[in-house]
C-alpha cells in the first residue's frame, strides 16, 4: 500500500529533508513504483571549472530513491548505494527517475536515471533499503 495519496502529500513530508530542499531539489510526481524530481542548476551547484557538482546530482538521486522508497516502505534506510557518471550535464536542469527493481521481504532496490533537460543521461544510480 503506498504511503502517499499524492504528490502534494509527499511533498509536505519531505520538506523537512532540508539538504536538499534548501538545495533547489524538488518532487514532480509519484509514479507506479517511483518518482520524478527536479533541481533547477544555479551557480552554486558548479564546481571550480564551472561544472555541475557530483555532490548535487548525488543528492538529486538519493533524494528521488528517498521518495520512492519510502512511498512504498514507510522508515526504509539506505544501506547501499552506488552512482556512476556518465557525462557532463550541459542543460540548465537535471531530471531523476526511480523505479523500484526488487521489492523483497526485507531489502528493496531503486534504479535512478538522471538527465539533464537537454535528454543527455547524465548519472546511473543504485539504492538498496532497508525495510525497517
Known sequence: MKRFASAEEARAYFQNDRFATE???RLDALTE???VCHVDLTDSH???LGGVM???????A???FAVSSNNVHEGTAA???TVQFLSAAKGTRLIAESACVRDGRT???????VTDDTGRKIALFTGTGYKG
Open 62 to 64: 538519493d533524494f528521488a
Open 23 to 25: 538545495n533547489g531539489v
Open 46 to 48: 558548479r564546481n571550480a
Open 107 to 113: 531489502v528493496c532496490v531503486y534504479q535512478v536515471t
Open 79 to 81: 544501506i547501499d548505494v
Open 54 to 60: 557530483g555532490g548535487i546530482i548525488f543528492t538529486l
Open 33 to 35: 513504483d517511483g518518482c
